[in-house]
């Protein structure tokens, strides 16, 4: 489209009688909601009902768009459609026409706000063509730059106006020439493809008879987009071109009768003005394209497949079935994409600009958090956040892990057990004929694996029997002699013994504390993810869980240096379950050394059954002579390894006892005391409160791309709102 003199036409009265036949009073309705929903700016994000004109260069487009319209659009010879023009005709009371530019969405932010500032107002159609050139400059269309991706808005508006947008699409060019390269060709291609590839656009496809159609681009993707042509309408324009009663005006004629490309919409014929008439009113063009087409040729054609006139019923029809058809999935779409921008509102959260707004954003997230991570410590698990129990994953999985007394509680029992099953370096088995050791090894549950950097433990202790271990004993034993008398060991042996014992107890608890500092870790994280902000996740775990994690495990690492410390100590207890141990074990060896001598000392005989006398018995009884020579000869007369095997049950009861209380403190004093107690601190309102305004602004403060995100988010939410309001309105009758 470009400029022309008709000053004539270009000052007519603002109106198009002729489009009311597009409009019965519920299509009007109809269009109304349609007008309201575009005028919300809703076409950015839904697809809404259009009616596009489209087709090849020179085709004839601009031609038809005028025809259907009865606006005198500006011309210029030998000059095309530069770019996509949305022409909106709207109901209302004062009469104008105003211009504005939709910029292609490859501009950068800062072209984008120059082109959607350009807004012009005109009174009537004279100054339109002026208008045009001023958007076309705005653009930066020249010899450099001859198609844009950008869109010109026109908006008419008037009393007697319907409610109708229709767009130009520039025509597809058939090969790059030196005022159109082929970047220009691929550029019109990918704009054309763009609209009519949604599936709320109605296609006017134009073609014009000057050309065979088979080689019109637009024949091809229509078809492309619109298989079975439920949505295109084939538009003959320049029928006057063709000779009339040839091969070539049967050819074309046959087309329309949808005999060769089938559009579900069919053909239509219309008659342009020719390039000399274009000063003559469109009463008089309307008048020519009847008397045109009452010609003998077109007597076999439907009168309502030829003309304007008709194509405006035809056009009111299909808009009217296509809006009632089209409006109701729309509805659902903008309800679905509301509640949508909705919830990604609610997760940015509260504007943030000043320093007290984030402040208060911290404060409440802080309260979110720690009542959180205080239930989760807790084990009270009545929050969503929690979510279900899934009974077929492990305790701390990851369907799972969320309940954090739950995995602790699990990780203790698991370290509780560990410790006695592989904390002993030495598997003294016992004497046979005893109960079986405590302690024995054997395969642990599989979650008990070595974590990163910790240290490695034997997969079982090394089995050692008794009088192995009393050999092992008297060796140590000979070179920690003191003052003691022969038959007698040294109290320094049982702490040599135990440390000697108990190695793996280190490693087994650094191990334990990483696997609970990481689930903390993990926890907290959990938490941060579920409650905060997409911008402030990383800033909160980076500047206050991760330092607070670090600490807390720098904290139950340095208490476990102080039990190993005191571990390390000389033996102390005041358990009387040590005493009652050492002579369980003496009373075991001795009950054990009696039954030995008093299985050796069974004798039997055999006796008369009595009164008769004729038959005899096998009876086993004990000789006391051979039980007392037994006892003598079991009494070990080796002081060394006596004092070996009394240190030796000495030490065993002095481990059970000191077991049981390493496993208890590092439970409680470095897994609870160091890591959960103070977890509730993390995110706090009082530490929270507590943050200086520079770490406040730096964890708190929106970076611009949020900003703009909220910005493009609210402003999508307005439209959305207005676009609900607008069905509302429209069922309600308002």
């Not at 009111?316 to 999935?329: G, T, V």
């Not at 959990?526 to 911008?535: A, C, M, Y």
């Amino acid at each position: 489209m470009a400029n022309t003199p008709n000053s004539e036409i270009l000052t007519s009265m603002m109106t198009t009688t002729s489009l009311e036949a597009l409009q019965s009073s519920d299509q009007r309705e109809l269009m109304d909601l349609v007008d309201r929903l575009r005028r919300t700016g809703l076409s950015t994000f839904l697809q809404l009902p259009q009616i596009v004109v489209c087709g090849d260069q020179s085709s004839g487009k601009s031609s038809v768009l005028e025809a259907i319209t009865e606006i005198p659009f500006p011309r210029k010879e030998n000059l095309c459609t530069r770019f996509a023009t949305e022409i909106s005709l709207r109901r209302d009371t004062e009469e104008a026409i105003s211009c504005k530019i939709n910029p292609d969405k490859t501009h950068s932010q800062e072209e984008s706000d120059r082109l959607r500032r350009f807004s012009r107002t005109i009174q009537n159609f004279s100054e339109l063509p002026s208008l045009i050139d001023e958007a076309t400059e705005a653009m930066g269309l020249g010899p450099a730059k001859a198609f844009s991706k950008d869109v010109l808005c026109i908006e008419i508006c008037g009393p007697n106006r319907p409610q109708l947008t229709l767009i130009d699409l520039p025509g597809l060019i058939h090969a790059s020439n030196k005022s159109q390269s082929e970047e220009d060709v691929e550029l019109i291609k990918s704009l054309v493809k763009n609209y009519i590839s949604k599936q709320r656009t109605i296609m006017l496809a134009v073609v014009s008879a000057k050309n065979d159609y088979a080689n019109q681009i637009i024949l091809k993707m229509c078809r492309e987009f619109d298989t079975k042509g439920a949505r295109t309408l084939g538009i003959i324009t320049k029928p006057d071109f063709l000779r009339p009663d040839s091969e070539n005006e049967s050819t074309w004629l046959d087309l329309a009768r949808n005999k060769d490309i089938y559009f579900e919409l069919g053909w239509h014929f219309l008659k342009n003005r020719a390039d000399d008439q274009h000063s003559i009113s469109f009463t008089q063009r309307n008048l020519e394209e009847q008397a045109f087409f009452k010609a003998k040729n077109y007597a076999s054609l439907s009168r309502s497949m030829m003309g304007v006139n008709p194509l405006r019923d035809r056009l009111s029809r299909l808009l009217f079935d296509h809006l009632r058809e089209a409006l109701p999935e729309l509805e659902d779409e903008l309800n679905a994409m509301l509640s949508k921008t909705l919830g990604e509102l609610e997760v940015l959260g509260k504007c943030r600009d000043s320093l007290a707004d984030q402040r208060i954003f911290l404060a409440e997230l802080a309260t979110s958090a720690s009542n959180i991570i205080r239930m989760g410590c807790d084990g009270i698990y009545e929050a969503p956040f929690f979510g279900s129990v899934n009974i077929d994953a492990r305790v701390d999985a990851e369907q799972n892990f969320v309940r954090l007394r739950a995995v602790v509680q699990y990780l203790n029992m698991g370290f509780a057990e560990e410790v006695r099953l592989k904390g002993h370096t030495f598997q003294i088995e016992k004497d046979s004929g005893l109960e079986k050791a405590e302690g024995t090894a054997k395969d642990v549950e599989p979650w008990v694996t070595a974590k990163k950097g910790a240290r490695n433990t034997r997969n079982s202790p090394i089995k050692m029997q008794r009088q192995q271990a009393i050999k092992w004993v008297s060796h140590i034993q000979e070179r920690l002699r003191g003052r003691e008398l022969p038959g007698v060991f040294n109290p320094m042996i049982i702490g040599h013994l135990f440390r000697e014992q108990s190695t793996n107890w280190e490693p087994l608890a650094r191990k334990h504390i990483d696997a609970v500092a990481n689930a903390c870790k993990r926890f907290l994280l959990e938490v941060l993810n579920s409650i905060g902000t997409p911008d402030t996740k990383e800033k909160l775990s980076t500047l206050t869980v991760l330092p607070f994690m670090k600490n807390a495990h720098s904290g139950a690492v340095a208490e476990l240096e102080r039990v190993l410390i005191d571990k390390s100590r000389h033996p102390i207890t005041y358990n009387h379950y040590f005493t009652d141990s050492i002579q369980k074990l003496q009373q075991e060896h001795l009950t054990k050394a009696l039954m030995d001598n008093a299985n050796s000392s069974a004798v039997t005989v055999k006796l008369k059954t009595f009164p008769e006398g004729k038959a005899t018995v096998d009876k086993e009884y004990i000789d006391p002579l051979l039980l007392k020579r037994g006892i003598e000869q079991s009494i070990e007369h080796d002081m060394n390894k006596v004092a070996a095997g009394q240190a030796l049950d000495a030490h065993d009861a002095f481990y059970k006892d000191e077991m049981k209380f390493f496993v208890d403190v590092v439970t409680k004093q470095v897994i609870e005391r160091q890591l959960l107690a103070p977890l509730a601190e993390t995110l706090s309102p009082k530490s929270v409160a507590e943050y200086t305004d520079e770490k406040v602004q730096s964890i708190a403060s929106e970076p611009l791309e949020v900003r703009q995100l909220r910005t493009h988010l609210e402003s999508k939410r307005r439209m959305l709102e207005e676009g609900a309001e607008a069905f509302h309105a429209a069922v309600v009758g308002v």
